[in-house]
C-alpha cells in the first residue's frame, strides 16, 4: 500500500513539475514495483509494457483519426467558420455564451480540444473587446466549452473520455443519458451563471478589456467554407456513431471523408493537415498508454488488494468509489483519460462485476467514470490548462481561480448529484 501511494505521489509531484508522464510514469511504476516486491527489470518489460501496449492497440486508431479530423476541420477553416455563425448568431452583447457555445459545438463534435482553443480564441478575443469583458474570463469561458460537459457529460460525444469505459463496461457511447444530461446541465448552467457573476463583478471593479501583446491573433482569415457546410462533419460523426451505431473509426473516417470532399479546392494543404494530426496523436496516444502502463503494475502488486478492499469499503453506493478513485488518479496524472485508463485498467473488471450483482446498470458505472475522469483532471499541472493560459497570454495568478471553479469544483458537484441520481435508479 506504502509503495502505491508513494508512486502516486512520484507521479503527481513529477506532472505537476512539467515532466512528461511518458518517462515519469515508468519511474513511477518502478517505485510500485520494487517496494511490491517484483523484479523491476520484468515488471517494466512485461506487466509494465504489457499494458501500454495493449491499450495502444486499442484505441491508436481512434486518437489518430480524432486529430487528424480536429487538424483538417482547422486547416480548412471549418473549425473557424462554425465557431464565427455561432458567435455572431448569439451576438456581442452575450459576449461568454457565444465563446462558450462555439467550444462546446465543436468538442461535441469531435475536434479535439487543442484545436478548439486554436479557432476560438481570436473569436473570443473579438468579442470581449466589443463587450469590454476583462481578457482573464477568456481561459476559463473555453475551458467550460471544451474541458468539461462536451467531453465526458452529454450522451454520444466522441471525445476519448467518453469511449475509454465502452470496453470496460460493454456499454455505448450513449450510456446513461439522463444522467449525462443532467450533469451537462449542471456543468453548463452553472458555469456560465458563475462566470456572468464574475464579469459583473470585474466591471463593477473597474476591470475591464485590454489589448493582448500578441496583435497577430487579431488577424481573420478569409476564404472560410459556409456555415452550412463546416458543420456538416460534425453532424456527420455524431449521427454515424449514435443514430447509425457505426464504429467509432468508421464515424471518424466518415467525417474526414467529408471534409476533403467539402473542400476539395484546398486539396494542397490536406497532406500537411494529415500530417500533423498523426503526428499529434502519437504523443497523446503515448501519453495516456503510459498512465495505463503505471495502471497496469499497480494491479500486480500485493498492496493493490489492500487498496481494492479500503475503495470497495468506501459506505455507500459503489459508485462513490469509483468517482473517488478515477478522480484521484485523474488529478494525480493531470489527465482526463490517463488517470480513468489507470482506474479502469486497475478496477474496471470489479466494478463490472458489481454492476452485474448489485442490480445497478453498467451505463452508470460508465457515465460516472466519464464525469469524474473531467474533476480532478484539470488541476494546475494540466497539459490542456498550460496550452490554454499559453495561447491566451494569462497566468495561473490571473485566470486559474476561475478555471478551478468551472473545471473542477462544479464538475465534481455534478458527479455527485449524478451519483444520487443513480441511486434513485434513475441513468
Known sequence: MFGILLGLLVLMVLAYLGWSIIWVAPIAAGVVALTGGLDILEAYKDTYMGGF?????????????????????????????????????????????????????????????????????????????????????????????????????IPGTPQIQNLIPMDYFKTGPMAAPIMG????????????????????????????????????VLEKETGAPAFLLSILPLVAVLVTLNVFKFDIITALITGILLIMILNINKFKKFVTAINGGAIGSVTAIVNTSAAVGFGTVVKVVPGFEKLTEILMGIKGNPLISEAVAVNILAGATGSASGGMGIALEALGSKYYEIAMNSGISPEAFHRIASLSSGGLDALPHNGAVLTLLTITGMSHKDSYKDIFVVAVLIPVIAVVIAILFASLGIY
Open 181 to 216: 444530461i443532467i450533469g451537462a446541465v449542471i456543468m453548463a448552467g452553472g458555469g456560465y451563471f458563475y462566470l456572468r457573476w464574475r464579469e459583473n463583478t470585474l466591471t463593477r471593479n473597474g476591470e475591464t478589456f485590454t489589448e493582448p501583446e500578441d496583435k497577430n
Open 53 to 153: 501496449v495493449s491499450f495502444a492497440k486499442a484505441w491508436f486508431p481512434v486518437f489518430m483519426l480524432g486529430a487528424i479530423f480536429g487538424k483538417l476541420m482547422e486547416d480548412t477553416g471549418m473549425a473557424r467558420s462554425v465557431a464565427v455563425a455561432l458567435t455572431k448568431i448569439i451576438g456581442t452583447k452575450r459576449a461568454i455564451l457565444g465563446v462558450l457555445a462555439s467550444a462546446a459545438v465543436l468538442t461535441y463534435g469531435g475536434v479535439s480540444l487543442f484545436v478548439v482553443v486554436f479557432a476560438v480564441y481570436p473569436l473570443a478575443l473579438s468579442l470581449f473587446r466589443e463587450a469590454n469583458i476583462s481578457r482573464r474570463l477568456i481561459p476559463p469561458t473555453v475551458a467550460l466549452g471544451a474541458f468539461t460537459f462536451t467531453m465526458t457529460a
